[in-house]
Structures are given as C-alpha cells and as structure tokens.
C-alpha cells in the first residue's frame, strides 16, 4: 500500500525561505513517502484546511513549512479528526518554540533532511475555548505588548524584539486580577504574566520549566504574582532562566485542566505567539493527541 504525505508551505515565512526550500524538501520526502501532495498558503487558515483534508483523505503525514502561526494552523486543522496524519515541521519562524522543544534543527535545510529518516512520538496539545495550540497560552500587560511587536522589529532583533517590549511592559507595573481554578485548586491573584506552557520551550527561552515534556500529560503555569520580595529587574531573566522559586513572586504548579477569568473584561490571550481569545479560557490537555515526527535520538517511542 502506498504511503502518502502532504507537505504545506507556507511561501512567504522566514523571508521567503518557503519558496526557496520548497524543492528540497519535496525531494526528501519522496525518500520516505510514495507521493507528495503540496499544498501553499496564501492567506490565515489556509494551513488549517489542508490539514484537514490531509486527515480526512487518511494521509500518512502531514508536514507544515512555515513560522509558529503555521504550525498552529497545521495543528487545528488535525486535533479534531478521527485520522490524524503524523505531524512533521520545518521550522521558519523568528521563534520556533516547538520545534526547540523537540529538539529539531533550527535550520530549515537540517531539519528537511531529518525527515528522511525521522522517529515517531507522541505530543501533547492544549485545548482552548474549543480550539488548539501546540506550546504556550500568555496573558497580561506583558503579552499585550508583545504583540505589538512590528514586522520590522522582528526582522531586525528576531526573538530578543518580544523580550525588549516585554521589559518595558513589566516596568510599566499594569497588573491585573485573575481567578485561575485548576484541576485541583483555586487562585486569586494580581498579576502582570500569566503562562501555560505545554513544553519547555517560551519565546526561544529553553529554561521556563527544564522539567517538561512534551507529552508529560501537563500544563506548566506560571504566575507573576507578587514581586516586592526581590528587585524587578531581576525578576523576567530569572524566570526565563530557571532560577526563580516559589517564594519569589512567582506562582507556579502543573496542572491538566486550568480555567482563567479576569475582572478586567477587556483582556486578550496570546496562544502560539499571536493574538487570541478574550477572556474567560477553558484550557485542558489533550495527551498524547499526536504523533510527530523527531530526530532519531530524541524519539520516546
């Protein structure tokens, strides 16, 4: 029986770096696959229903080429069908949250040819208000700003643009009230950050939660709660470093099911490094939902 996957590129990621390594990985592919159906996007959702109708015509694989809004797209158009393809990713974003978590080479050429002779593990995803994502819900002053980050910016400082216009955030000291309820206990708190992380991996930091994994069965949630016990500025890098504890303004413990509500109705989630839902989240993980492809030492097959 022959082996069928489809590949969809996303042609204007990374400066165009879809258009470029579209042939390669088309080629590599064909080492694995029998057929190779391409799909591009030209427009938000467009990766969605490709993936749908990969899972739907009971494709072997499917395999975005794009930045974390691509692959986020890739992952909706799978999570909900009874067929899902094995997800494979070559990473072309300013981030790539997801693919650092799963260890996948940050250049595209390395990462195509990975693919030829990949392993198979299980991945966790995250269920939000009805819909999915891959690695990390964000809300507060502090993800507000992110994303007001520009093209520009992203393009000139990649990855260090969202932690510059995230310290200003933090220094302006907007915080919010929160009511978090989790599978096993409740919280009310003032905050300027809130994260839930399905990996390891946020914003390019690789330190947030050293423990996780993906498919450990967890969110990590980490709340900025109060501050006054150690100096601001030295609370963001110790938390993206790893090195922050309990009892240092921060509030953390892992959870499956978490809900989040404000009384400030007007604030907005950031889920996968875009722009999300306002306002109460639902969120719950979806363990072990996917299969994804991984570098043949990093397989937990």
Known sequence: ????????????????????????A???LLKRFDRVDVRLTEKGGDATIFARESAKKHYDACI?????????????GLANQAHRPTFG?????????????????????????????????DLDIGKINGHYFMNVVAIGSIPEAVDRVSVKQK??????????????????????????????????????LIIVSLTNSVGGFEKL?????????????????????????????????????????LLAF?????AIASDDAILKSNVDGDPDDHLPLHLEVLPSHLKVFVPEK???K
Request: aromatic share 6%.
């Open 89 to 121: 990713l070559i990473p072309l974003g300013t981030v790539n949250d997801l693919a650092r978590a799963l260890k996948i080479p940050k250049q595209p050429k390395q990462a195509i040819k990975m693919l030829a002779h990949a392993d198979e593990s």
């Open 26 to 28: 088309e080629e590599t």
């Open 1 to 24: 029986m022959s082996s069928i996957a489809m590949l969809i590129v996303n042609p204007s990621s990374g400066k165009e770096k879809g258009k470029k390594y579209l042939k390669f």
């Open 209 to 249: 939660a050293p423990e996780a994994e993906v498919n450990d069965g967890l969110f990590h949630v980490f709340v900025v709660s109060d501050s006054t016990l150690i100096e601001r500025t030295k609370l963001l890098p110790q938390l993206f470093s790893g090195q922050v504890s309990q009892n240092e303004g």
């Open 155 to 192: 393009t000139q400082l990649g990855a260090m643009a969202y932690f510059i216009e995230a310290a200003k955030a933090y220094a302006r000291k907007e915080k919010y009230h929160f009511h978090i309820e989790s599978a096993e206990q409740s919280y009310a708190v003032e905050s300027e």
């Open 298 to 300: 990093t397989s937990n």
């Open 64 to 76: 975005a080429m794009g930045g974390d809004g691509t692959l986020n797209e890739t992952i909706n």
């Open 254 to 258: 892992q959870t499956n099911k978490v």
